[in-house]
């Protein structure tokens, strides 16, 4: 038989794992990254007419190529570690960080980076391009 | 009392680390002082424009910034020299078990605030780096994002966030847990004329980038201390950046509590991460000198 004394025992204990448990929960909402955090880059009429002598570019972020029509947005980021890469004189592009490098149409050609440069989703809004990262 | 009742502690003679510790400290107030008196002419929403302007139109800004950089980088060196001298003497066992830990913290905080003074230099370089260091932390499972968020900021915002770490919380820290560590205020009078010396010396002697890295290099070097990081980061996991130097600590913490055949053991595996530490740092140099 169990007595009172070992019944608050318990009873403090369950508690302490109750408040440990609010604790990590509370935590964890805290800490936990905002989901598919993205962004959005417009597409303004001159970055589009600039795409009519037939070269691809950087500006905000991306790498434009393809017609003012049906324009191709490539993300800029490399994805080994967020830096920025920039296009290489030869084609494709280069990281300055660790020395990834990308074909022109953002697959790894050497690591570290393993996956390929993300494709920016584009859509049209009205007359307007929307490229989405 | 018995001679036979002393502890080994209490025969412990009264500066039983060397002068390095002390001379750490005095780098450590050269540093705080000077980069306060560059906070009112850094502005995060510009730094490149903040740090042209310290060094061309600031009174003896150039050299207030060389003062800063120098003795930073000498609280670090001196530092590492300390602990060495500690593990030699087998003094850990001084310090109580919090001040212990938090005087290893001192390590990584110290790391911490070299790199976020790197990143506030706010050139190519320095945004590469803070993009590695973001990179680096959001890796680390369930807590890394947040963590990015709260050292560094959001992705696309000023360097605010890393400004106010670098010269407020991370200093801060600092500074307590080394009052705390040296049981003193005053570093002593020796050992801050020593360092203010080198500090000026290095200051007025040695010039300081400002720019874009030399053309030609295809990898980030950062700062010195972290090179051996960078140079992991191009050959082995993404975990392993952030792994390895939570290791390295642990170790360095264990340190006090391991004894015998265990503390060889602690300290072998510690002199095998430093050594590797190094090796990579070469291993990067090299990288970036043949590209």
Redesign the interface.
């Known amino acids: 038989m169990s007595s009172r004394r070992d019944f608050l025992g318990e009873v403090w204990r369950w508690m302490g794992i109750g408040l440990a448990a609010l604790g990590v929960g509370l ?2 909402k ?4 905002a989901r598919g ?1 993205s ?1 959005e880059v417009e597409l303004t009429p001159d970055l589009l007419a600039r795409l009519s002598t037939g070269e691809g570019f950087a500006s905000g972020g991306l790498f434009l190529t393809g017609t003012p029509s049906v324009p191709k947005a490539l993300s800029l980021e490399c994805t ?5 890469v920039a296009p290489r004189p030869a084609g494709g592009f ?1 990281c ?4 990834s490098r990308f074909d022109a149409d953002g697959r790894v050609t050497s690591g ?1 980076a393993r996956r390929p440069l993300a494709r920016a989703v584009l859509e049209k809004r009205g007359d307007r391009w929307i490229a989405r990262i | 009392m018995d001679r036979a009742d002393l502890t080994p502690e209490a025969e412990a003679p009264a500066r039983p680390s060397g002068n390095f510790g002390k001379l750490a400290y005095s780098f450590l107030a050269v540093s705080l002082l000077s980069g306060a008196a560059l906070v009112p002419h850094y502005d995060p929403v510009s730094p490149l424009l903040s740090l042209e302007t310290i060094v061309g139109a600031v009174p003896l800004g150039s050299f207030l910034r060389g003062l800063h950089v120098w003795s930073s980088f000498a609280v670090l060196g001196a530092t590492l020299i300390h602990v060495v001298q500690v593990a030699w003497r087998r003094t850990e066992g001084q310090l109580g078990l919090g001040a212990w830990w938090r005087a290893v913290a001192l390590v990584p905080l110290l790391l911490l605030v070299l790199l976020g003074g790197f990143v506030l230099r706010g050139d ?1 370089e320095a ?2 780096a803070g ?2 260091w ?3 932390m ?2 680390i499972p ?2 890394g ?3 990015a ?1 709260f050292v560094l900021g959001g ?2 915002e000023s360097l605010g966030a890393v400004a106010l770490h670098h010269a407020g919380t991370v200093s801060i820290l600092v500074l307590l847990f080394t009052i705390e560590h040296a049981r003193l205020v005053w570093p002593g009078t020796r050992p801050a004329t020593l360092a203010t010396l080198v500090s000026v010396g290095a200051a007025g002697l040695l010039s300081l980038p400002l720019g874009p890295p030399p053309p030609g ?4 070097l950062g700062p010195w201390a972290l090179l051996g990081l ?1 140079g992991m ?3 082995l996991p ?1 975990a392993l950046g952030w792994g390895v130097p939570l290791l390295l600590v642990t170790l360095l913490g264990a340190l006090r509590a391991s004894t015998g055949r265990m503390r060889g053991g602690v300290l072998a595996a510690l002199g095998t991460l430093v050594l590797a530490w190094i090796a990579f740092s070469v291993r990067i140099l090299l ?1 970036a000198g043949g ?1």
């Open positions: 935590l964890w805290s800490l936990r990254p955090e962004r080994h570690l967020s830096c920025r280069a300055p960080c660790h020395g570290p | 190519a945004r590469a993009d590695v973001r990179g680096l959001a890796s369930v807590v994002q947040g963590l968020a992705v696309h290099r295809g990898v980030l960078q980061l191009v050959d993404v990288l590209r």
